[in-house]
């Protein structure tokens, strides 16, 4: 069962949305629980269709040490949901980056089947902005 098919406070939306970031950043393999298979993404202008958004969270988690996701905001109305995160990474060789995500969504069946995020870098260097779009 999806995160998203059962109603919910803030609260628990937030916690619901990190434990679905995490979890498929740990488990790229989770990807259908979570995004319809038609899924689409627009990050910072740049186009990504489900094809695409695999093959980055793929690059993503095998190219960090770790990966923590922190909700500060959610809202949900019918099947809109709305979202302000921290992504927070290692990477392999120590450096670490954290990017701020805005995340508009649309939710089909309990799953996102849209997402439009904006980026916006908090620290380490603006290249590692590239990291929110990278497929490899």
Do not use: W
Not at 59 to 87: C, M, P
């Amino acid at each position: 069962m999806s995160l998203f098919t059962t109603p919910c406070d803030g609260a628990e939306l937030k916690r619901r949305i990190a434990r679905m970031l995490q979890a498929v950043f740990a488990d790229p393999d989770r990807i259908p629980e979570f995004f319809t298979d038609d899924y689409e993404q627009v990050t910072d202008g740049e186009h990504s269709d489900r094809a695409r958004f695999d093959a980055h969270v793929r690059h993503v988690a095998g190219a960090v040490r770790s990966i923590a996701v922190t909700v500060l905001d959610a809202v949900r109305q019918g099947d809109a949901i709305a979202d302000r995160h921290v992504v927070e990474v290692t990477h392999a060789d120590g450096r670490q980056a954290a990017i701020e995500v805005y995340l508009f969504g649309i939710l089909r069946d309990g799953r996102l089947a849209q997402v439009n995020e904006v980026t916006r870098v908090l620290s380490g260097t603006e290249a590692l902005r590239e990291l929110a779009r990278a497929v490899g």
